[in-house]
């Protein structure tokens, strides 16, 4: 008997869509039959072992630790099985396992098993690409059922939706070929609120971005969150972050939801968010996360395609250090105001990452993968910021110091010469010389003169 611990698969006598997945698996490798103390049927090829219960899936609670008192150690339980709806189309799914309120099917009541979100994402890409020339779907569901009571990660691979599917061959060989391929990758890890059983937003980041998901919760089960069940998604999904499928919830719902992930210290990400990170290693953006909380708390990190670039050509270190820069917070909301999409052109240009405060503006801290670019970028954007300032003001700059001075018009200078409002009063508000009751009013006789100071960094 081998004591290495490998990927367990995990077939059930009982459910055809599991022992059709198990035949595939069985005629497509060469596996080796093993004795165990466990009387199940075992069989092992490579890092996988497959290993045949007599007893339904969805109640094998503890399985993780009976396998290891037998010597079947492992890394990740995988629970191959059949998916059954009434609207009977062909679909593979992959999902974690636990239940939020009563567990009626398997499992204990509000207890969520360990998830395998690495496998989860693997799994779910696989199936995408083996079943492109089949008419089968494949999608994420969300959370549901037992088993509850397993330490090891865990997650169900099904085919569906009825007996037609269960008992095809070629379902059951996509099924067996996408375990086969399955990675341990270092992808970022959600946790998933919001959505249908399905879970289409979540389903679609996986598949077109790097992120991954662990336990993911639809709408009607939000209300039966609490913070015991919260954390215990985060522990066990071994999260980064919280996802939200914010137009499917309702406002009350996100803010409450909100103010439990705050509270046990974790941060919720927008779609945007999540695709700006696309391509990055997840330590860096780890770091970068941890940075922003650092400076704004209430802020974003904006990744820019170019640092993305740069850290995909870094050959000095396995994950670079986050430095800062900044300019003068003042001379960058000045020229915001007047051409903001000027600014973010920008920044998305160079190699670095920004921040943006919670109500969209930006702040004045440049991001780097070392202090010379940050300066650089940072001195480079304080110039940008002038030149706005000059489309619109007399700037000067002297000792470190710009002065902008402001022309505007006054209606209260104008109507102590006797102009209201009209064209002549709009004339004057536009620079235009006017002439009235034998008077010449120049512009510069109706617009108040400011001037301010910003000294820079």
């Known amino acids: 008997m081998s004591g290495e611990s490998k990927i367990t698969i995990v077939c059930s006598t009982q459910d ?21 103390s466990s009387n199940y049927p075992v069989f092992e090829f490579k890092d996988f072992r497959i290993v045949e219960i007599d007893e339904g899936l969805i109640y094998q609670d503890g399985l993780d630790k009976k396998l290891t008192g037998c010597g079947l150690c492992t890394d990740l339980l995988i629970f191959a099985s059949k998916h059954r709806s ?11 396992t636990g239940n939020v309120d009563e567990a009626k099917f398997g499992g204990r009541d509000k207890e969520l098993a360990t998830a395998a979100p690495q496998a989860v994402g693997s799994l779910l ?38 007996e037609a599917q269960w008992i095809d061959e070629v379902a059951g060989r996509i ?66 972050f919280a996802y939200f499928d914010r137009k499917s919830m309702k406002a009350k719902q996100r803010d409450a939801l909100y103010a439990i992930i705050k509270k046990l210290g974790y941060e919720v990400l927008r779609e945007s968010d999540i695709r700006d990170m ?67 052109n920008f920044l998305s240009h160079h190699n670095i990452a920004y921040m943006e405060y919670e109500n969209g503006r930006f702040s004045h801290v440049i991001l780097g993968l070392d202090d010379n670019c940050a300066r650089i970028v940072a001195e480079e954007l304080t110039g940008e910021c002038i030149k706005i300032l000059e489309t619109e003001y007399d700037v000067t700059a002297k000792n470190g110091t710009i002065e902008i001075t402001e022309k505007k018009f006054s209606p209260e200078l104008a109507s102590s010469f006797g102009i209201h409002e009209g064209p002549l009063f709009g004339e004057l508000a536009r620079g235009e010389t006017i002439f009235i009751d034998g008077k010449t009013i120049n512009p510069e006789m109706v617009y108040e003169i400011n001037k301010r100071a910003i000294k820079l960094n």
């Open 125 to 162: 890409r696989s199936l995408k690409i083996l079943a492109q020339n089949e008419d089968y779907e494949v999608t994420l569901e969300c959370t549901h059922h037992g088993p509850s009571e397993l330490k090891l990660p865990s997650l169900f691979i099904e085919i569906g939706s009825g």
């Open 86 to 96: 009434k609207d009977g189309r062909a679909i593979f799914t992959v999902h974690s």
């Open 16 to 36: 055809r869509a599991s022992q059709n997945i198990k035949n595939n698996l069985l005629n497509i490798r060469e596996w080796k039959p093993v004795k165990s």
């Open 175 to 240: 099924a067996a070929n996408a375990i086969l391929l399955i990675k341990n990758n270092e992808a970022p890890v959600a946790v998933g609120f919001g959505g249908t059983h399905y879970a289409p937003r979540q389903n679609a980041l996986i598949l077109e971005t790097d992120v991954t998901f662990g336990h993911i919760f639809p709408n009607h089960a939000l209300d039966k969150l609490d913070e015991n069940l919260i954390k215990q998604a985060f522990m066990k999904s071994n999260a980064d």
């Open 278 to 344: 696309d391509g990055i290693p997840r330590e860096f953006c780890l770091h970068i996360r941890q940075k922003v909380r650092e400076l704004c708390p209430s802020g974003r990190a904006k990744i820019t395609n170019g640092i993305k670039c740069e850290l995909l050509t870094c050959q000095n270190c396995i994950c670079p250090k986050v430095k800062v820069a900044r300019i003068n917070p003042v001379l960058l909301a000045e020229a915001e105001k007047i051409d903001k999409k000027r600014l973010e």
